[in-house]
């Protein structure tokens, strides 16, 4: 193929800038691109990225990467109060997010600032201050890796749960995702404003009556007082999920940890702040030398300069066992680790 290249540094294509080669890499710009790219690579296994924003890479890529980089957008049904826009994998998630509140398109406000590209977004159900992808996602087309065959999935479909979707269990590997459809609020927005620090923010703001837009001003704010910029310091946002828990343990913890947070689930279950174990564990602002834990937000693991891909692994994987040991609480990774 004409866009076929070896040896390529995937450096600037993930957020932690680790400097990983790939041996064969293909830029693909359109659907077209990736079908006839799916056919000449049938011998080869292949690896998909996108934005690079949820991936830790430990080591040099043998298979063939194809990056994920088809853009567009555009609206495809409209009624007096909502509007259905479709938005092509290759588009960056912060700047699609920028492009609804321009047209004043509620429903993903609370999304802002999260990194990485719109394919990759349902893969992960990405989430923040109370709201999910799944709540305004309404179908995504993906093409089947090994056929090479169009599939719409509905929300349904999709099976979305906490940081997870059927393209991360039943279908993992299987399908590459094109191009996703929301479903957004014209007017009459529904404004999620109780979770987190939103309310305080928008009050410091001198903010009594918000827009979409004064709570996506709120959330940037927050996420740049807690986050580092990838672009200054490696990085791939929140590298661990917040874990659920029986009531049974969490009381115990309790009873341990009088002022250990919490979020009811349901009558049998708790989600706690990965952040808050991570941070009563001793970890918070802790380096290793080029890399550590970054010192406004716990859950973030940063590379400060040069760092492996496997030492941040290893630190990960000791922060796991000491919350294990401490809290007897397992906490998953969000980050995929290649």
Same mark, same amino acid.
Request: proline fraction near 3%; glycine fraction near 8%; charged fraction near 20%.
């Given at each position: 193929?004409?866009?076929?290249?070896?040896?390529?540094?995937?450096?600037?294509?993930?957020?932690?800038?680790?400097?990983?080669?790939?041996?064969?890499?293909?830029?693909?710009?359109?659907?077209?691109?990736?079908?006839?790219?799916?056919?000449?690579?049938?011998?080869?296994?292949?690896?998909?990225?996108?934005?690079?924003?949820?991936?830790?890479?430990?080591?040099?890529?043998?298979?063939?990467?194809?990056?994920?980089?088809i853009?567009?957008?555009?609206i495809?049904?409209e009624?007096?109060?909502?509007?259905?826009?479709?938005?092509?994998?290759?588009?960056?998630?912060?700047q699609?997010?920028?492009?609804?509140?321009?047209h004043n398109?509620?429903?993903?406000?609370?999304?802002s600032?999260?990194p990485?590209?719109?394919?990759t977004?349902?893969?992960?159900?990405?989430?923040?201050?109370?709201?999910?992808?799944?709540?305004?996602?309404?179908s995504?087309?993906?093409?089947?890796i090994?056929t090479?065959?169009?599939?719409?999935?509905?929300?349904?479909d999709?099976?979305?749960g906490?940081?997870?979707?059927?393209?991360?269990?039943?279908l993992?590997?299987?399908?590459?995702?094109?191009?996703?459809?929301f479903?957004?609020?014209?007017?009459?927005?529904?404004?999620?404003? #109780?979770?987190g620090?939103?309310?305080?923010? =928008?009050? /410091?703001?001198?903010?009594?009556?918000? +827009? %979409?837009?004064? &709570?996506? *001003?709120a959330?940037?704010?927050?996420?740049?007082?807690?986050?580092?910029?990838?672009?200054?310091?490696?990085?791939?946002?929140s590298?661990f999920?917040?874990?659920?828990?029986?009531?049974?343990?969490?009381?115990e913890l309790?009873?341990?940890?009088?002022?250990?947070?919490?979020?009811?689930?349901?009558e049998?279950?708790?989600?706690?702040?990965?952040?808050?174990?991570?941070?009563k564990?001793?970890?918070?602002?802790?380096?290793f030398?080029?890399?550590?834990v970054?010192?406004?937000q716990?859950?973030?693991?940063?590379?400060? #300069?040069?760092?492996?891909?496997?030492d941040? =692994?290893? /630190?990960?994987?000791?922060?796991?066992? +000491? %919350?294990?040991? &401490?809290? *007897?609480i397992n906490i998953?990774?969000?980050?995929?680790?290649?």
């Amino acid at each position: 193929m004409s866009n076929l290249k070896h040896n390529v540094s995937l450096k600037p294509f993930n957020t932690f800038g680790l400097d990983v080669l790939a041996k064969r890499f293909i830029s693909i710009t359109s659907e077209s691109e990736l079908i006839d790219a799916l056919k000449n690579e049938t011998d080869a296994p292949i690896f998909i990225l996108g934005g690079g924003s949820n991936v830790l890479l430990t080591q040099d890529i043998d298979s063939t990467v194809f990056h994920i980089n088809i853009k567009g957008k555009s609206i495809i049904e409209e009624t007096e109060n909502t509007v259905i826009v479709s938005i092509n994998a290759g588009e960056n998630w912060h700047q699609f997010v920028q492009w609804c509140l321009d047209h004043n398109f509620g429903g993903i406000e609370n999304l802002s600032l999260i990194p990485g590209n719109v394919g990759t977004a349902p893969m992960q159900n990405i989430g923040a201050y109370g709201v999910e992808l799944k709540n305004t996602f309404v179908s995504c087309e993906a093409i089947h890796i090994k056929t090479q065959e169009k599939r719409r999935f509905t929300k349904d479909d999709c099976n979305f749960g906490y940081r997870e979707s059927v393209f991360k269990k039943a279908l993992k590997g299987q399908y590459i995702i094109t191009s996703v459809n929301f479903c957004l609020t014209k007017h009459k927005h529904v404004l999620y404003t #109780d979770y987190g620090a939103i309310q305080s923010q =928008l009050e /410091l703001n001198g903010i009594n009556k918000p +827009t %979409i837009q004064d &709570i996506s *001003k709120a959330v940037i704010t927050i996420r740049q007082q807690k986050l580092p910029d990838p672009k200054i310091i490696g990085n791939s946002g929140s590298f661990f999920k917040n874990p659920v828990v029986s009531n049974d343990l969490f009381q115990e913890l309790k009873d341990n940890f009088p002022e250990i947070p919490s979020y009811t689930i349901n009558e049998d279950s708790v989600k706690i702040p990965a952040g808050w174990l991570i941070e009563k564990a001793g970890f918070k602002g802790k380096r290793f030398g080029n890399y550590g834990v970054h010192k406004n937000q716990a859950l973030v693991l940063v590379n400060y #300069d040069d760092a492996e891909g496997s030492d941040i =692994l290893q /630190l990960a994987k000791l922060i796991q066992k +000491t %919350i294990l040991r &401490i809290f *007897k609480i397992n906490i998953e990774t969000e980050v995929n680790i290649i």
